[in-house]
């Protein structure tokens, strides 16, 4: 059936409730991150080291926890087959005539052969079907399903035909390697012109040897601790890492203004939001405390985004961009969560990271359900505007779907634009994005009425 797994959804292949192999759907199979190539659902099998089991069906898993074979049978269950798409011999005796037609699958059987008087009334599923689903049951509970990330008391299937699910975009190849002479080669040990450093705030990749010929940088051996390409990127690591030890903010007028007129047009309570605060966090330097509030925007996350499990410990793809941490090899350190809260509540969200001097990236927003219509999202948006605009960032780009488009492009601002246009901007950027996004970009020289567009 069409459009239920795009290319690109994340599945996995799990078996004694561990994470084996990780792969994106295709037109044409699977995508699998061990060798880059596309490949069948029994080499996947295969290269996960199960290729004894020829079972690919039931161990590869959706990011919600559903068997490619449970999707399938669900599926059928809820399809009502035609009468065209039926079998027109019975699968019993194999001869033509009068037949009863299974409701879930293309068999068909004469009632003689079932051993039947008379045709049951209503719908009626064969023998073949109802083994198949009775062996299915159990699905929700076991560990592999869990293991790959199926919430008990939640019907991932409805997860999966109704709701929006983020689907990791296949990375680029062309994406990555030196920022100065673009090559992707680099030194496997040892220390030489060759090796890559990459700086811990742009995360651009440079070679050693190109840093000494540019006049940028000249190295004799790895540096200890943090290393940054530039005094631009020196100066955003400093200002940023401040507005996180400077703990939580007030919110300045022109937001609160926002919150303020947004209660009056609709009609709602308005006590002057004294209690309204920005916070900047870093899961890096994160403190007890802070981890509540990141704890928050992850449920916050979760409430219109469904959980992507990938690496090899089954972690959720949103926990660790709130959290700046490791992901399928991805580091994502140079995540910062900005949040408005009010008291100890966390009312908006938006996991932000600032890619040099050239662009910043929001991957995610999010604003608690019932906080939603109210202008907090717009107040926090200004204020992570504001933030760029201090720190002289050009450009800010965040991934959109089809249905968000016109909000981000006549409220916010933003253009359209594709990879290649975004390479032109700042080449080399990793930005995180989605399938079935698209790319939008503004610039941040015009703050601070950024939101100010549209009502």
């Known amino acids: 059936m ?10 996995r292949y799990v078996v004694n409730g561990k994470p084996k192999l990780v792969g994106y759907a295709n037109q044409f199979g699977i995508y699998c991150s061990c060798c880059n190539e596309v490949v069948s659902p029994s080499q996947f099998e295969a290269h996960a080291g199960e290729a004894q089991r020829r079972k690919p069906y ?13 999707l399938s049978v669900t599926l059928s269950k809820r399809r009502k087959l035609l009468d065209s798409d039926n079998d027109d011999l019975c699968s019993i005796c194999e001869d033509a005539g009068e037949l009863v037609l299974c409701d879930l699958c293309p068999r068909a059987f004469h009632k003689e052969c079932l051993g039947w008087s008379c045709i049951p009334e209503g719908d009626w599923h064969c023998q073949y079907c109802v083994n198949m689903h ?11 399903a869990l293991a790959a990330g199926r919430i008990p008391g939640v019907d991932a299937i409805d997860q999966i035909l109704k709701r929006s699910i983020l689907i990791v975009k296949v990375p680029d190849a062309s994406i990555g390697g030196c920022s100065l002479c673009r090559c ?26 190109c840093l000494k010929n540019h006049s940028m940088d000249v190295l004799r051996e790895k ?11 020196i100066n955003i690591h400093a200002s940023l890492q401040e507005a996180v030890h400077n703990g939580a903010h007030a919110l300045p ?18 006590d002057g939001n004294v209690g309204l605060k920005l916070r900047l966090l870093h899961g890096k330097t994160a403190s007890a405390s802070d981890k509540l509030f990141l704890t928050a925007a992850v449920s ?33 350190q140079g995540m910062y969560c900005a949040m408005l809260t009010l008291d100890s509540s966390v009312l908006s969200v938006g996991i932000l990271r600032v890619l040099g001097s050239e662009a910043a990236e929001v991957p995610l927003v999010a604003t608690r359900k019932e906080c939603q219509g109210q202008g907090y999202f717009r107040a926090l948006f200004t204020c992570i505007g504001r933030l760029l605009a ?10 959109a779907t089809e249905e968000a488009e016109t909000m981000w492009m006549k409220n916010f601002g933003f253009m359209k634009i594709t990879e290649d246009q975004l390479s032109e901007y700042a080449k080399g950027i990793k930005i995180v994005n989605f399938e079935g996004t698209s790319l939008l970009l503004r610039t941040v020289s015009d703050l601070p009425d950024l939101g100010s567009h549209g009502s």
């Open 2 to 11: 069409k459009e239920i797994l795009p290319d690109g959804t994340l599945l």
């Open 58 to 70: 039931n161990y590869i898993y959706t990011s919600n926890g559903v068997s490619l074979h449970e």
């Open 134 to 144: 009775q062996k299915d049951r159990y699905v929700a509970h076991n560990d592999n």
């Open 184 to 209: 992707k080669d680099y030194a496997k040990s040892g220390f030489g012109p060759r090796t890559v450093l990459i700086c811990d705030q742009c995360e651009k990749e440079y070679h050693v040897g």
């Open 223 to 233: 540096p200890k601790g943090d290393w940054f390409c530039c005094t631009d990127c």
């Open 253 to 270: 007028d022109l937001a609160l203004d926002m919150i303020k007129q947004n209660g009056i047009v609709k009609g709602l309570k308005n």
């Open 300 to 332: 916050i996350l979760h409430e219109s985004f469904d959980p992507i499990i990938g690496g090899r410990k089954g972690s959720d793809l949103v926990t660790q961009l709130v959290y700046g941490r490791c992901w399928e090899n991805i580091d994502f």
């Open 390 to 399: 201090s720190l002289s960032v050009k450009h800010l780009v965040l991934p």
